[in-house]
């Protein structure tokens, strides 16, 4: 009876730690790597054009038929681009970056592109996108998490 009741408190304890969250809620993030998002860019950079290369750069990727989502972050000199690459199509993956950043770059030859389809740097892109939507951060903290995730990038190739 003792050995049962230890037993279900350490499963107990176990699947109560599995639960922790840090205290934030994510709701879209928390769901990002299971189903599609389509979160609209996000813009540090403010331009007086009508339509951002953000939106642009979107609208592109999103014709892939590869690809299946696509987060797009415009900071003052760089354009963050992760997307989610369709199941089967994931043998192509080091193809599909390397056309998609050469199409980019062949479109919009006045800006440099990070291109990643890794999942941590999409699901970093995703909790920017919401933590600006709810007025958590400034300006100056939302750039710092821009050149955080562009150093995750860069650590990871």
């Known amino acids: 009876m003792l050995s049962k009741s230890i037993i279900m408190t350490v499963i107990v304890l176990m699947l109560s730690a599995c639960a922790y969250d840090d205290g934030k ?9 299971l189903k599609t998002t389509s979160p609209p860019p996000i813009e540090l950079k403010q331009r007086e054009e009508k339509k951002s290369v ?4 979107r609208e592109e990727v999103s ?15 760089k354009i963050i681009v992760a997307y989610k690459v369709k199941h089967l199509k994931r043998f192509k993956m080091k193809k599909i970056e390397k ?3 050469e199409r980019l770059n062949k479109e919009y ?3 440099k592109f990070i291109v990643s389809s890794d999942y941590k740097i999409f699901l970093e892109a995703i909790r ?11 300006n100056d903290e939302a750039a710092k998490r821009f050149k955080k995730i ?3 990038k860069e650590e990871m190739t």
């Open 54 to 57: 953000a939106y642009q750069v």
């Open 25 to 33: 809620e994510h709701n879209e993030s928390d769901s990002a790597l």
């Open 150 to 152: 562009v150093r995750l």
């Open 109 to 111: 030859p006045d800006d």
């Open 63 to 77: 014709k892939i038929d590869e690809i299946y989502d696509v987060a797009v972050i415009e900071g003052d000199k």
């Open 128 to 138: 920017l996108k919401e933590d600006l939507d709810e007025d958590n951060l400034s």
């Open 99 to 101: 056309e998609l950043t």
